[in-house]
């Protein structure tokens, strides 16, 4: 068992925006308290396995307790990281908390505003944020947070399959780059299997990006499967080797020790080094 996991926190499901390919889909509105978060963190950390948490949603931006959850994490001595889409956050809000972060990832599809549109990468009015919006939050973190690495995370569609962000990638220098074949799911009446794309498809996407800047690591993830820590909005460890578009509930980790669930959880370790470079 490796001695420093990184563990995704899924504080909630609702988003501003509303892709039709987002996996967020936990089959739960339900969104804890801060006691609660902090009690799963506690939980992860006895353990002593857990160096990193992943603050996501949903739109973590629009969980309330989201900057006590992260003081509590640094409190705790873990690095803490988030996964947001950037509509909400604005100069105020990374000179103020930016440096909680030690990395801040952007989810970004498309450089396209209409393109962007059509993945529903947008609020109920249609406006999307820009990619010289993204840009421009990239340059506050690096004015403000000089330390917080910058991540762009990109999932690829029937939507976005023909696009070049690869000049975009090069403007910003992220560190690391993640390119994502869009996982399928079905739930209930709702299904976004009609936007996934080949293998082909995705291999010729990545082909197709290749970027020059020599500080961003690209990271490609052809599937999830087994190669993360998820704890869900009600705080329940997921297991998503047997079906990614159904993970199963292992643990509880309100009450139990991650360490107990870590034994449940089916882990590839090899490509979860891969990702995190370890
Ligand atoms: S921005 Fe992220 S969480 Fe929100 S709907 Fe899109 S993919 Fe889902």
Not at 198 to 207: H, N, Q
């Amino acid at each position: 068992m490796l001695k420093k996991y990184k563990v995704n926190l899924h504080v909630l499901e609702a988003c501003n925006f509303r892709c039709f390919h987002c996996f967020s889909r936990f089959g739960s509105n339900k969104i804890m308290g801060l006691k609660d978060w902090k009690q799963i963190v506690d939980n992860c950390m006895e353990s002593q396995v857990v160096s990193e948490f992943n603050i996501a949603g949903g739109e973590p931006l629009l969980y309330k307790d989201l900057i006590g959850l992260t003081k509590y994490i640094r409190e705790k001595g873990a690095k803490v990281s988030m996964i947001t889409n950037g509509f909400l956050m604005n100069e105020e809000w990374i000179q103020k908390y930016g440096q909680l972060f030690n990395t801040i990832g952007f989810s970004v599809d498309s450089v396209n505003d209409e393109t962007n549109q059509k993945i529903g990468r947008c609020i109920n009015t249609g406006s999307v944020i820009s990619a010289s919006r993204v840009t421009k939050l990239c340059e506050l973190i690096r004015k403000y947070a000089p330390d917080c690495k910058i991540k762009i995370n990109t999932v690829v569609t029937t939507r976005n399959r023909d696009e070049q962000l690869s000049d975009f990638i090069d403007t910003i220098k992220p560190d690391r780059w993640k390119i994502l074949k869009m996982k399928t799911f079905v739930y209930g009446t709702f299904s976004n299997m009609s936007l996934q794309v080949s293998a082909a498809e995705f291999d010729e996407f990545v082909r197709q990006n290749k970027i020059v800047n020599e500080k961003t690591r690209i990271v490609v993830e052809p599937d999830m499967k087994a190669s993360y820590i998820l704890i869900g909005p009600n705080g329940w460890l997921l297991d998503n080797a047997a079906n990614e578009m159904t993970p199963v509930e292992i643990c509880d980790c309100k009450k139990e020790k991650l360490k107990e669930g870590l034994k449940k959880l089916t882990l590839d370790e090899k490509r979860y080094c891969n990702r995190y470079a370890l």
